[in-house]
């Protein structure tokens, strides 16, 4: 069964084309690496919560939008022997340098995890 990657991040808006830019350059490296499926996604209806939400979860702060992403991958093997690779200290991809494509937001702030799906439907398309 597939394995998912998912990320909640918080954004500044005036940064949206440079989030955009920079996740199609790791979405590439992500799918080398044998990912099925990359989704990123700029809050759109995003409401506050009374006890939590998004915003709260991620410290999102006025000027900051809330991003939900996704990767599919075929496995957890894959999956971590992708992670494996892309966190090697001896990777020299120019993708991975943050000089050449700088991460536009605040990662201390990203919310992320690994999760075996345990129900899976599709619709109709």
């Known amino acids: 069964m597939t394995y998912i990657d998912g ?11 440079a989030f955009i830019d920079h996740a199609s350059v790791a979405a590439e490296m992500f799918v080398e690496l044998g990912a099925l499926r990359i989704v990123e996604c700029w809050g759109d209806d995003v409401p506050d919560g009374t006890t939590t939400d998004f ?12 991003l939900f ?3 599919e991958w075929p496995d957890k093997a ?4 992708a992670f ?11 993708r991975m340098d943050p000089a050449k494509n700088p991460i536009p937001f605040d990662g201390k702030r990203m919310i992320f995890g690994g999760f ?5 439907v599709k619709g109709a398309a």
């Open 7 to 17: 990320f909640v991040i918080p954004c500044p808006k005036a940064k949206r084309q």
């Open 55 to 66: 915003r709260m979860a991620v410290k999102a702060e006025a000027n900051e939008e809330v």
């Open 69 to 71: 992403s996704w990767i």
């Open 78 to 81: 894959t999956r971590d022997a």
């Open 84 to 94: 494996a690779k892309l966190t090697d200290p001896k990777n020299t991809d120019p």
């Open 116 to 120: 075996a799906p345990v129900v899976d």
